[in-house]
């Protein structure tokens, strides 16, 4: 009963998205209010039938319900009750389902917090909303639903979810995930309402911020979690192995990131704007391609899900309808005219642009090793298939980021209009100096090598983090305490400190990892030990444990550090009952200095394993950089100006707009 | 030119990349490139297992693969794909006479291997014993089963992840080695 129910919401979902695709649009552009207003509340009752679908799934799954084929496919008795919930998007139905009730979470939250926007733009963006819901609703339910059951011959049992997916990251991974991809679908909207409308002004790009920012933040975090996923759960000790499912993820995380900097110049100057919308149209697009990419099976990764070219072309489809019609309106509607307001080569705008061209040319070289093995073979035929692997990555992708992090340094100085070059060097002098001596320095002492790569990272890190201070000291100079200046500032330029400093922590955490990390492949008889500086690795043997639903090999690794005890590392293989696969469980001691990573490979007969043993020094600032960088996206949203009661209007278009409604500040992230 | 041309780009590239894609639905997933494509067999040589009436427990090495087309298939009696392709390849191997196929046992247990083998009959000439997977790393096994056909003068000319089955065997197996002679 309860899976009809689910079923029925879902289907009651398509009804009224379908009612948003076409009420409030047609309202819109018959100037009908009342029209209009149904945009909020059918948004409403999207949410409420999509929330009470995935209820009635993830029901199914604490219930062990086998009759239904996704949770038999998914889930089994024996499997604890935090994954059977997880489960609940462990396959390609229910993630889907999570997708598209996130994606209702949006405009439920774009329908919320939009007291300030005038109803028809509202309307207009909610309809568009409502055409990728209604989109994905109905490709769940012609091929993809997981609400299917087996009555008769009902499974005693289930087969299991993926042991890679029975861990703490699956949990919390997919769901930030999607909401930073599906999140990218509020910018979308908003760009193809202005465009409808033809209101492309920096009263759109205020509005599209906070939600940009929104998105982004959370895919930041999203990435962030499945490298930190890969890392302790692969049990190779890599984070990032430029698979093509990370890279579709990767990809709008770096058009958004250009989009954010785009959206500041188009609210701020009124530039820019035809190249705007094209970023917003992009970051969603390329979302778009990820869900494509995961699940046709098209291109071989570790993390696809199961292979139907038949799901490939429903999603084929979509994307031609949204993707296409969204470039053909840009084609016909995006402004040529030139932005009225002028600046000069070394201006911020000119800054903003160089960045711009290098993360959507680092796209661009993303997205062609992702492809190029299709490339390739249409080309050359099916006999000559290649892979692209990280070097390909690695040589192009590194230089573009280095290249940005020295003009994040130049631009964090750089003026709106016009920047004298005398006044960026007197500025950058002595921090390039500074960094250029520290960044050397620093590292040939603790190293005592002289290693270039690394000393490269350390001078753009703190090239980038000097930089920062500097300007944070000047701005708050004119206060009479620190603290006092510090309050003065805004909190969207503290967030855009917060994100840059992310950045710099993220660079040294990937570059000194990567060249100081120490791995050892080892064969350990009991009581057998490796040195790595002034670590002892003591291993003690391996004995046999039960788990709910696996056995494991468990090892016990006594770590000494300088002679003395420092702490025990357990690291596992698991056998697992339902699947018969093998999964590595490492045992990592974290540091913020450094991480001590160890894995358990295979027994080698007379009690002696193969242990894998890494020394990763600064690992974890991978990820802490990733955390400044979308709490810097989350402190930009609350800031006061996107909360004003009134829209401050600098165009002419906008003045006509009747926005006094709101009687609260509403737009906050919701986080 | 005119401005408004330009904002056709976009577009423009979307349909290439989307005609990729529809490109890239129609083909064979299984088939995965392999560092090793056109390369020559890694250097090895380990024992192999005798079973039934083979006792012939003499080591193979590259050398022994060289002469003829030979087809590769690592299994294991671990793994349940493994016994799902047994009887076709059993059938395969009855059929096509002028191919060598060679047995990889990966990281199992030579007893059960044996007993595998006397009991479903055997599509192989010779059964190589990978004990520890070494030979697994060397052609970059993602995991059993996966098959190998190599040509006369030792270079890996295709991998195959995954069952093989008649229809398999016909659409991607045959053309290779057909292009091959």
Known sequence: MIPELGNFSLILAFCLASLLVIIPMAGAITNNQLWMSLSRPLSTGIWVFMALSFACLAYAFLNDDFSVNYVARNSNSLLPDRYKFAAVWGGHEGSLLLWVLILACWSYAVSLFSKNLPMDILARVLSVMGIIIVAFLLFMLLTSNPFERTLLNTPLDGGDLNPLLQDFGLIVHPPFLYMGYVGFSVAFAFAIAALLSGRLDAAWARWTRPWTNAAWAFLSIGIALGSWWAYYELGWGGWWFWDPVENVSFMPWLVGTALIHSLAVTEKRGVFKSWTVLLAIAAFSLSLLGAFIVRSGVLTSVHAFAVDPERGMVLLTIMLIVIGSSLLLYAIRAPVVKGSASYTLTSREVFLLINNIILVVATAAVLLGTLYPLIHEAIYGEANRVSIGPPYFNTVFVPLMGLLAFVLGIGTFSRWKRTSVAYLKQQLSKILIASLAFGIIIPVIVTSEFNISAIVAVVLALWIVFSIAKDIFDKTSNKETFIKGLKALSLSYLGMQFAHFGMAVTILGVCLTSHYSVERDVRLAPGESEIIGSYEFVFEGATLQQGPNYQADRAVIQVLRNGEDYITLEPEKRLYFATGAVQTEAGIDVGLFRDLFTALGDERGDGSWVVRIHYKPFVLWIWLGALFMAFGGVLAITDKRYRSKKIISDSKETTKVKANRSTKPELVAQS | ?181
Request: net charge negative.
């Open chain 2, 1 to 181: 030119m005119n401005k408004r041309a330009l904002l056709i780009i976009p577009g423009v590239f979307f349909m290439l990349m989307l005609g990729l894609l529809l490109f890239g639905l129609g083909r064979n997933p299984s088939m995965v490139p392999s560092a090793l494509t056109n390369r020559p067999l890694p250097e090895f040589s380990l024992p192999s297992l005798n079973y039934g009436s083979i006792q012939d427990i003499s080591q193979v090495s590259t050398e022994d693969l060289k002469g003829g087309i030979s087809i590769i298939n690592f299994w294991a009696t671990w793994c349940p794909p493994c016994h799902i392709e047994h009887p076709y390849l059993v059938e395969i191997s009855e059929r096509e006479q002028e191919l060598t196929f060679i047995g990889v046992n990966y990281k199992d247990d030579l007893d059960e291997a044996r007993l595998f083998l006397e009991e479903k009959g055997s599509p192989f000439e010779k059964v190589i014993i990978d004990l520890n997977g070494r030979l697994g790393i060397d052609f970059g096994l993602a995991g059993a089963p996966e098959t190998f056909i190599v040509d006369s003068a030792g270079i890996i000319r295709y991998r195959h992840v995954g069952v093989i089955n008649h229809q398999i065997w016909e659409e991607t197996f045959e053309p290779v080695i057909s292009r091959i002679n």
